[in-house]
């Protein structure tokens, strides 16, 4: 195993973190920017968000994507406003440690066919849900730089922190 499952948790965790951070960055008047008409604007990608890893992980245990559940949590997801967003991921550190932290090793391991893909359950939350939140917050920090929050550097996105200020 690449990641133990420790490792794991707490690399989602790290990404929870990120978003949150992230969040703290956004300017409640930019909720709406979205880079062209077709894609989603900040609050709905942050809204997306609530629903990504937790729903995904949910059909990787159950061996399989449930498209009826997705749209419903996807619905739910849509009325959210930001502090009720905020509140959903910060609460997903917990959801990630419950979710994960009772599979085992033969859980991680077991075969299981996504979207047409066999894989592992392990391979699935790895690129699927840690993959899927990396992209996304890299979204997410390009759209904060495209409404001009140019003093954000890559601490901001690969750590979730504020640059240390030069002595």
Partial sequence: MVLTKSELIGSLKHEVNILLHLAGKVDRAELDYRPTPKQRSTIELYRYLTIMGPELIRAIHAGGFDSARWTVAEQAASQ????????????????????????????????????????????FIVNMVLCGHAAYRTQLFCYLKACGRDELNTYNLWMGIDPPVPA
């Fill in 80 to 123: 959210l406003d930001f502090d009720q967003v905020m509140t959903s991921i910060r609460g997903q550190s917990g959801v990630y440690a419950e979710m994960l932290g009772g599979m085992s090793d033969e859980d991680y391991r077991g075969e299981i066919t996504m979207f047409g893909q066999p894989g592992t359950r392990g391979a």
